[in-house]
């Protein structure tokens, strides 16, 4: 896999990166991406970026909870009926419990498979970080070199507060 | 951040003429029906002082989990538990009118029930009075305690006060699981005698704590639209809608426990209760209950939108406080008046209890300082933000 070229911003603490994202914003600078080492919720508000997996395991959560309970009317009413100690054969409460527990079974193994085959990731994979220090204690803007007016870029950044500008 | 809460005079006079609406549905009530009125005693007494033990649990709570974002609204908590004196007396009240709610009281009930005379050295008259004194004294005390502690607070500041509130929250809420548990046992499941389920003080211990927690939040929201509160942004209406979310889901957990189990065992002595509450003039009220305590806050409050949005989370507040109301009926009105005749009574009975409830809570919330002054946590609540 060939490496993109990319403009790396590097800031040692929370805030000024915070405030440089806002301060970017205003001055109509995309930034193509963030790493940080632990999520901050302000960043998602301010790149206005939007996570759609809720979404997908809302609907999940339907698809497991219907499901689950079609396939016990089925199992136990139409396909084999059976008296257990004279209830009757569509004992709705008895199946919620299994209803509830699938259901969140379903949406959890739904949800990571989701998010997984988004972020495309799978064992073997060589991942590309871009500086190894945002797992410890960086917090890290990227930029792609084509199409970004590198002066206008890196004059952002050092006014903000960046303690590293680099290339890679 | 200086806030005094006024009370306005034209509150004043809707909550005196509600009192007055509601002395009148009882004397009323009294006099054409004595049974029904005295459910409805037990139910509105029930009502609110659940709700003012469920705020004292609240309160409780913030102080032991060191919680920042609620700081700012102790004092509504506080005013809301400063119900528990008037509570306390119109419960002593009901001590005249035991034999018509509950059947252990009547005279000669034990003698040929072999299970009333067993149950007897507990459920008889004096003994439960004697429990409702030691109730409500235990509460008023831990409320009175606590409450004193958060005005030194505000006069002098530091935090010895902050630590000395939080270790007696921690009795507080021993005090509370202790009591309350036989508390609602005596005052709620003792109107079936022959009948227990031993979650039962457990679900209604959650209830309190839920409808107690619903109701604080509703009135800060009350304010904020009389202009109070002015700090109050989405990250805290966020924290008020999960507290709902949460206890609504605990509420249909607990709800559904005590039904699963007692419907699969199938034992006539358990399934009594449910059997009453399944037949024709209550089994829309049996259903109007779970749906208004958990299918309405759980499917409004789970997406991110509404759950930030003032009017969405009052609206659900209102609806969770109607849906005690009908739980506390269905619970208390099958065994007292089978006939369901829902009438003139419960409205004047809830309106009096409301304009007490109003008159009370109002009235401490004017007598401090509306936001806490020098509380550790204070500046957390007011830049509250995730």
Redesign the interface.
Known sequence: MEKQAYIVGVYDDEEPLVNAAKKFKEEGVKIHDVYTPYPI??IFEIQEVKSRL?IAA?IYGWIGGLGILAFMQYAAVLSWPLNY???PVNSF??F??VTLVFTILFVTIMSLTTFIGRAQIFPGKTIDIIDPRTTDDKFVFVFPQEGTDRKKVEELLKSTGASEIYDR | MEEKFSFPSKLRISAIVLVIIGLAAFIWGFISNPDQAWGNLLLNNFFFVSIAVGASFFMSLQYIAQAGWSAGFKRVSEAVVSYLPVGGILFLVLIFGLGHIYHWAHEGAAVHDELLSHKSVFLNIPFFSVRILLYFTLWIFMAIYLRKLSLKEDLEGGLTWFEKSEFYSKVNIFVIAVTFTFASIDWLMSIHPHWYSTIFSFKAFASAFYHGSSFVILIILLLNRAGYFSFLNKSHLHDFSRYIFMLSIIYGYLWFMQFTIIWYGNIPEETIYYALRWTTPWKTLFFVDIILNFAVPFLVLMPRTPSRNKTVVLIVALFVLAGYWVELYTQIFPAINPENNFGLIEIGAFAGFLGLFILAVATTLSKASLIPKNHPYLDECLHHHF
Do not use: F, Q
């Open positions: 919720h302000e809720s809302y100690g004279g209830k409460p008895s919620i419990l």
